[in-house]
């Protein structure tokens, strides 16, 4: 009983990590990266400059408020396990999945070619 118990434990906590986990680093989906560095957002197509944004991510129901003078952004994240994202737009049904990529030059807005 005790072995099932801390088994059930270490369930619940790893599902509570994943569902807690930060978001960092840059994710593509198409021609679309979206980069978190620190507490920015920057949205950019590949090869032409996007837009930055301060984001707040709200642990308890995992939302993102991104924002900028002139914009800002809210999305759900319904799935992070550091290697891909699925984020839901606030009014939307669409889900959008986002595939972290290790390579990408956020100044130049290009995917370094790996070797």
Excluded: P, Q, W
Aim: aromatic share 14%; with cysteine; net charge negative.
């Amino acid at each position: 009983m005790k072995k099932f118990t801390l088994f059930l434990f270490v369930v619940c906590l790893s599902i509570i990590s994943v569902n807690c986990a930060e978001i960092n680093g840059s994710y593509i989906n198409k021609n679309i990266v979206y980069s978190f560095v620190k507490d920015s957002l920057y949205i950019d197509e590949i090869g032409i400059e996007g837009d930055a944004y301060v984001y707040d991510y709200i642990k308890d129901d995992s939302t993102v408020r991104a924002y900028n003078d002139l914009d800002e952004i809210n999305f759900k994240v319904l799935y992070n396990d550091n290697d891909t994202i699925k984020i839901r737009y606030v009014n939307s049904e669409k889900i959008y999945t986002f595939v972290k990529i290790n390579n990408y030059d956020i100044h130049n807005m290009k995917i370094n070619e790996t070797k």
